[in-house]
């Protein structure tokens, strides 16, 4: 008997290493890594010449993980050399006991093992490393995974690559491709030279947030559980010249100011036919809900005994008039910080509709700002996706734009003026998170724009009244100066993905469609910006110069311009933002 055991068990020779790039020299292909905490580096490493660098952050973890298709009731071992301290080791969804190890101590390089037995149905685990809240970043190098194979008869097998990949162009800012489908695949990802992957389960995709006029080359890539297929060979098309995002007649560069219309505070109140000629866009703050959840919004001017030079409601439409005679554009914004606005039912959905277009028509605007704040916008329980939303005040609101956008034609107006909170945070955090206990509203404006980017006129995020920002550099960033500006923008610009989900990416959009949403003085908002700081920001993204610690991941001269709160404050402040900005771009 012991001599039997000493040859070791017949099954021993087919125990593979199941894990894919377990040593990280193809970079982090086959791995995802939450908030895109993870890095490849070259030193230092354990082996070969590569290895995992992961940084925890806030609440997020760094975990890397990867799914790997097994042999149902049979034995593994899991094993990884790491450094750094609490550094975790595990494997989850096993069928029987999922198990984890850790390392306490920093310093040299540990050998982590564990082993599990797969339940008698189980086809995949997931095998993952993390680090530990408030730690440094800890490195993972020669990660395997050590059992029988489950290759042979009904096993998955790799895809092959694709094959009849055509590409055609649908509008100025999207391209339609279509394959034929792979035998065995359950994944395509569409991939797009300077751009992140697109992940699709069906054998076509639309690509969205391109540029007009513009010639662009695709590839596709098919996965199962075995793996990921080689790229298949590339198809072209060309936009086709101009359109996208409504709304046209806006410069090339533009200022963007919201008018206290219906209220007075610290800064005073700014008649209509007052406003500089600098303002391209003037959105007048604010349409306000009769209550949170009937959707009907409401505008009148000032009254008053509030503000003693208002104009009449004659003078004020007249005013209007002479603003777009002179190629300005006037919308009205809906929101703001008191204005919250809960589209929860389709009847709500249909009286902001006919209660915004009554406003529209009477004072003959140009098109709709949204700018829904606090607690306007959230994402409910299970509602992950931001491509495919199903929160109820989400899905009405993108079903109501698009009704206005509709009724009003190509040249309607949308801008949108939401927080970093719902649109940049969603890099980190999206809704209540998987498992819930995240702030619900967490990334929530992100299905808004992406459902409406194709009408999108404007998206001016506000980038101050912020909690610091984690940018795609995976550092965070504070308000105040060029640096915060040109990672939030970057960010827009480039893409990124959704709570570090690399298989649900929110494309960037056109430079044209973005303006930096900044206080006009200090009195305006948290997060003021000096105008020196304004130059760098600009020069970082229009022209790559003067940037700080912040590397961007492109050059945007079409980049559109600026937005401000407000137009009263700018006038407070003696037009230093405004002066500011002509002086940039020779207003």
């Given at each position: ?7 070791g ?7 593979a ?8 020299e193809a ?7 939450s ?22 952050a ?8 990867q799914t ?16 750094g ?12 006991t999922d ?24 086809t ?53 491709l ?26 076509s995709?639309?690509?969205?947030g391109?540029?007009a ?10 996965a ?7 790229q298949s060979?590339p ?42 000629a ?14 949170v ?40 914004s ?18 902001f509709v006919?209660?915004?277009s009554?406003i ?12 829904f ?6 994402l409910a329980?299970g ?28 040249d ?14 969603g ?68 893409g990124?993905?959704?709570a ?8 960037a959009?056109?430079?044209?469609q ?5 206080p006009a003085?200090?009195?305006a ?11 760098k920001?600009?020069?970082?993204l ?5 940037c ?7 050059t ?21 933002f ?5 002086a940039?771009?020779?207003?």
């Amino acid at each position: 008997m012991a001599g039997f055991l000493a040859a070791g068990p017949p099954a021993a020779a087919a125990d593979a290493d199941l894990v894919r790039n377990g040593g990280f020299e193809a970079g982090l292909d086959g791995w995802s890594c939450s908030g895109g905490s993870g890095a490849v580096v070259t030193t230092p490493v354990h082996g070969g010449g590569s290895a995992l660098r992961a940084t925890p952050a806030g609440q997020d973890n760094a975990r890397c993980s990867q799914t790997v298709t097994v042999k149902p009731d049979s034995a593994y071992t899991l094993g990884a050399w790491v450094q750094g301290a609490y550094v975790y080791l595990g494997a989850s969804g096993t069928g029987t006991t999922d198990v984890s190890t850790w390392t306490q101590t920093p310093g040299a390089w540990k050998q982590l093992t564990t082993t599990f037995r797969t339940g008698p149905s189980t086809t995949s685990v997931t095998v993952y490393t993390h680090g530990w809240y408030g730690q440094p970043a800890h490195l993972t190098d020669d990660l395997t995974l050590v059992g029988p194979d489950p290759g042979g008869p009904g096993q998955p097998q790799l895809p092959a690559a694709p094959t009849g990949l055509t590409a055609s162009a649908t509008s100025s800012t999207s391209v339609a491709l279509t394959w034929s489908a792979v035998p065995g695949a359950t994944s395509y990802t569409v991939h797009r030279d300077g751009a992140a992957p697109l992940s699709v389960t069906s054998a076509s995709a639309t690509v969205t947030g391109l540029t007009a006029a513009t010639t662009y080359t695709f590839r596709v890539s098919a996965a199962n559980a075995a793996g990921t297929s080689p790229q298949s060979a590339p198809a072209t098309a060309t936009t086709p010249a101009g359109g996208g995002g409504g709304g046209g007649g806006l410069p090339a560069h533009a200022l963007v100011g919201y008018l206290h219309t219906s209220f007075a505070n610290g800064s005073g109140y700014v008649r209509m036919a007052d406003v500089p000629a600098s303002w391209d866009v003037i959105n007048l703050a604010f349409g306000e809900p009769t209550s949170v959840t009937s959707g009907d919004i409401r505008f009148r001017l000032c009254p008053v005994a509030e503000c003693p030079n208002v104009e009449s409601e004659a003078e004020f439409k007249a005013a209007v008039k002479a603003k777009q005679a002179a190629g300005k554009k006037v919308l009205i914004s809906i929101g703001g910080q008191n204005g919250q606005v809960q589209l929860a039912s389709t009847a709500a959905r249909d009286t902001f509709v006919s209660s915004v277009s009554k406003i529209i028509d009477e004072y003959g605007l140009n098109g709709l700002d949204i700018d829904f704040e606090g607690h306007s916008l959230s994402l409910a329980t299970g509602d992950t996706d931001f491509r495919a939303p199903t929160t109820p005040v989400i899905v009405n609101l993108i079903s109501a734009v698009k009704t206005l956008k509709a009724k009003y034609g190509p040249d309607f107006v949308l801008t949108m003026a939401p927080e970093t909170f719902f649109v940049q945070l969603g890099y980190q955090y999206y809704g209540s998170g998987p498992w819930g206990g995240q702030d619900p509203r967490a990334g929530a404006y992100l299905p808004v724009v992406h459902a409406l980017r194709d009408d999108l006129t404007l998206l001016h995020v506000q980038d101050y009244n912020s909690g610091s920002i984690m940018g795609l550099d995976n550092q965070y960033h504070s308000m105040g100066g060029a640096d915060f500006h040109v990672a939030m923008t970057d960010m827009l610009l480039t893409g990124f993905p959704v709570a570090g989900n690399t298989a649900r990416v929110f494309p960037a959009l056109r430079p044209d469609q973005v303006a930096i949403g900044l206080p006009a003085t200090t009195g305006a908002g948290n997060g003021h910006t000096s105008p020196a700081e304004v130059t760098k920001a600009l020069d970082c993204l229009t022209k790559k110069t003067d940037c700080g610690t912040y590397q961007t991941h492109g050059t945007w001269p079409g980049l559109r311009g600026l937005m401000t709160w407000s137009i009263n404050w700018d006038r407070f402040g003696g037009w230093e933002f405004s002066r500011n900005f002509d002086a940039y771009f020779g207003g």
